[in-house]
């Protein structure tokens, strides 16, 4: 069983999937053997699906399917079923995980085997290459939750697939 199950959704993804798939090649490259990597594709009319079979023929995607779904939330938990990790991210399509935080983030899962890690998420203007937002995860606080309602994004969540 791998370790961690990378899911990234997508829809006429074509102008934003690559940078995806070359960060997963990266990832791959150095954590393969703890990693899988599914797209879910809501039926594509662009050339997602072009560079899907191609970084599947490479072995970066572990598993595809391009089908008609019920939205982007029944394609991730489509996702998550066809999974075979003991944790899951969901990672969308243009984002990128930073390769060298990867092991850090395997580390912990193997010392304390944690139900939920989060961490910071960056947003970066495409035109400017400038950061836009950074969210500062910070350390968890039960109270944050229950008194302010606080949730870290889903983006910089791995959480048990259990």
């Known amino acids: 069983m791998?370790?961690?199950s990378i899911i990234t959704v997508t829809l006429n993804a074509e102008k934003m999937i690559l940078k995806t798939l070359e960060n997963i090649k990266e990832i791959k490259n150095l954590y393969g053997d703890e990693i899988e990597y599914l797209v879910i594709d809501g039926?594509?009319?662009?050339?997602?699906l072009e560079f899907l079979y191609k970084y599947?023929?490479?072995k970066v995607i572990d598993y595809y399917v391009s089908e008609k779904d019920k939205g982007i939330?029944?394609?991730?938990?489509?996702?998550?079923?066809?999974s075979s990790g003991e944790y899951v991210l969901i990672l969308g399509a243009g984002d990128v995980f930073i390769p060298s935080k990867m092991a850090k983030v395997l580390d912990k899962i193997k010392i304390y085997?944690?139900?939920?890690?989060?961490?910071?998420n960056v947003i970066v203007n495409l035109d400017t290459k400038k950061i836009s937002r950074l969210?500062?995860?910070?350390?968890?606080?039960?109270?944050?939750?229950?008194?302010?309602?606080?949730?870290p994004p889903h983006t910089s969540i791995i959480a048990k697939k259990n």
């Open 2 to 4: 791998k370790k961690l």
């Open 43 to 48: 039926k594509s009319s662009d050339r997602t």
């Open 56 to 58: 599947y023929k490479e």
């Open 73 to 82: 939330y029944d394609a991730m938990n489509k996702g998550i079923r066809a």
């Open 113 to 120: 085997n944690p139900d939920i890690i989060y961490g910071d």
């Open 135 to 151: 969210y500062s995860s910070g350390k968890f606080n039960v109270l944050k939750i229950k008194t302010f309602g606080w949730l």
